[in-house]
């Protein structure tokens, strides 16, 4: 596991996006795991920019989103495709068939997850991977008590997500108790990840993931266990390694 301790946020973006883009570059037709939430939002910025540029082509990109929230449809201003239609794909020259986003709306949990999976692995799996981490040590919506043999799969929200998470929404009780998220098994099947950390509130995660026991009760200490994961991390986040 490599770690890059960053200055602060600002910086931390650019590094990242500069792994994402490198990668792009690289390989034209990757196949990238995405994530949401207020930790890769500068990334993003930084993505587009470069796009803007005309340094990155992704007309031949595939994307995979880490989640989903459960009952919530695309055009909610809180879903995670409205949030990536926001951030990112409206501002790219991505193709809409390459997008992969768990629907939310399905009828058919088990089916969903399955042909997530099918879909992944149709393409030749993620190449790259792209995590933020919960303040309980949970990496897509794999949270503590998860099981690390999960494929993509309907998962509970844990309380404390649900709490952080009520700082996109009106209110704690509009906060869905239910996602559909990516399983660690698929998330160590990537090829190569990169997390993302930032801020004084994901220190005693990231610590705990870092350098404590393997344990479900902390979902990213996992990651110890795979070959390519690159950590970026910025001072007030890495406070406590
Ligand atoms: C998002 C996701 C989550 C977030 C994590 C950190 O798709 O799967 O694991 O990465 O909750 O969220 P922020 O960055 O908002 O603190």
Redesign the pocket.
């Known amino acids: 596991m490599k770690v890059i301790l960053i200055e602060d946020y600002q910086t931390m973006s650019k590094k990242a996006a500069n792994i994402v883009e490198s990668q792009i570059i690289l390989k034209p037709h990757s196949v990238l795991g995405l994530?949401?939430?207020?930790?890769?939002l500068g990334m993003y910025k930084e993505i587009v920019k470069s796009f803007e540029n005309g340094d990155l082509d992704f007309s031949d990109i595939k994307t995979f989103?880490?989640?989903e929230y459960y009952g919530i449809d695309k055009e909610n201003k809180r879903s995670?495709y409205y949030y990536m239609e926001e951030n990112l794909f409206k501002h790219i020259n991505i193709n809409n068939a390459n997008i992969h986003i768990p629907d939310g709306m399905t009828s058919d949990i088990e089916e969903e997850c399955k042909i997530y999976e099918e879909k992944i692995e149709r393409c030749g799996g993620i190449d790259l991977q792209i995590?933020?981490?919960?303040r309980n040590g949970?990496?897509?919506?794999n949270e503590p008590g998860c099981k690390f043999e999960a494929l993509t799969h309907l998962v509970h929200l844990d309380k404390t997500?649900i709490k952080?998470n009520s700082r996109f929404f009106n209110s704690i009780s509009e906060v869905p108790t239910k996602a559909i998220?990516m399983g660690i098994k698929t998330i160590m099947n990537a090829k190569k990840v990169i997390l993302l950390a930032s801020g004084q509130e994901?220190a005693e995660a990231l610590y705990k993931a870092l350098r404590g026991n393997i344990t479900p009760k902390v979902p990213a200490s996992i990651l110890q266990l795979h070959s390519d994961v690159t950590v970026i991390v910025d001072r007030d986040g890495a406070s406590r390694l």
């Open positions: 994530a949401t939430g207020e930790t890769v989103n880490l989640d995670y995590l933020g981490i919960g949970h990496i897509g919506f997500t952080d998220s994901k």
